[in-house]
Each structure stands twice: as C-alpha cells, then as structure tokens.
C-alpha cells in the first residue's frame, strides 16, 4: 500500500508558487512512492481450526490484523516470509510438534524476540513453568478471558 500525499500541497499555499516544474515534478514522485509502515500482524497458531478461526475473527473485528496456522511447520514457514508477524499467540497441545517445542524452535531463531502468548486448556505445573522460562509474554488457561487477551495483544503492538 502507498502512502499518497506525503507532502501535501494544499497543506502548505504560501509555498506553492516558489515550486519550479522540476520541483513539483519530483515532489510528485515522492508522494506516489512513499511507503506506509505496515501495521503489524498477529499469527494464531492452534491445530484445533473452530478455535483458530474463532480467535482470528475476534481479533479482526477489533481492528487487528491475524492470520492462522495449523501446526508448528506452517507457523514457521509464515514466521520466515513474514515480516509483519509481531505477536505469536498459540496452543500447547498440538501434533505432531507442540507448543513448547514450537517456542524452543523460536527462541533459537532469527525470530528469538518475538512476542509470544500461550493460551491452552490442559497443561501441568511443570509445563507451564517451562514456558515461562522461555520468555512469554503471558500463559493464559481456556476458556479464555478475551477481554485480557485482548489488553495483552494491544500492550504487545503498541496499540495504546
């Protein structure tokens, strides 16, 4: 997406006519050219896909942008060819790889910093520890408490 009227020339009329043609020229250039920074987006990685699907609707009819994947290979392919990806929310209790070791694969990566949300419904004290270990942002239990996901998904984009 292009970001049209980077300089705007309605905005600045008393500097209008001090503009050569070569001037308005390039400036026009710029206008068409100039990049919008793209928001970011957040990846919902859960093999349940009712439970993935649900959660990328929730998040998009709150003005967040989310895709989904099935499994720990898929949200590794979308995290190598997708730079936007800033937050990571995902389950534990996945196959054939889980959660954890989907986070280990991560924080091992080029990717290491990303921020990351684990919401699962089963789990033991053990795990949950271990996952915190590893530098997530939070460990929420389902049924999951949207409005706190929600909170936690806008701290970690910096969406006020």
């Known amino acids: 997406m292009l970001k049209r009227n980077y300089f705007d020339e309605t905005s600045m ?13 390039a400036l026009a250039v710029i206008n068409q050219s100039a990049p919008v920074a793209a928001r970011p987006l957040v990846l919902v990685v859960d ?10 609707l929730y998040l998009k009819s709150r ?8 499994g720990a290979e898929e949200a590794r392919l979308y995290l190598h060819y997708q730079k936007r990806i800033g937050l990571m929310i995902t389950d534990l209790r996945m196959q054939p ?12 990566s080029e990717r290491a910093a990303l921020s990351i949300i684990v919401v699962s419904g089963d789990t033991d004290v053990e795990e949950a520890v271990d996952v915190m270990h590893l530098g997530v942002v939070d460990f929420l239990l389902k049924p999951v408490d949207l409005g706190k996901l929600l909170e936690l998904v806008r701290k970690e984009l910096k969406m006020g």
Not at 63 to 70: L, P, R, S
Not at 97 to 108: F, K, N, Q, V
């Open 13 to 25: 009329p008393e500097h209008t006519d001090i503009l050569s043609d070569a001037e308005r020229e």
């Open 63 to 70: 003005g967040i942008d989310a895709v989904g994947a099935d």
């Open 97 to 108: 790889e889980s959660g954890l070791d989907l986070i280990r694969t991560i924080r091992a």
């Open 47 to 56: 093999d349940n896909a009712v439970n993935r699907e649900a959660l990328i």
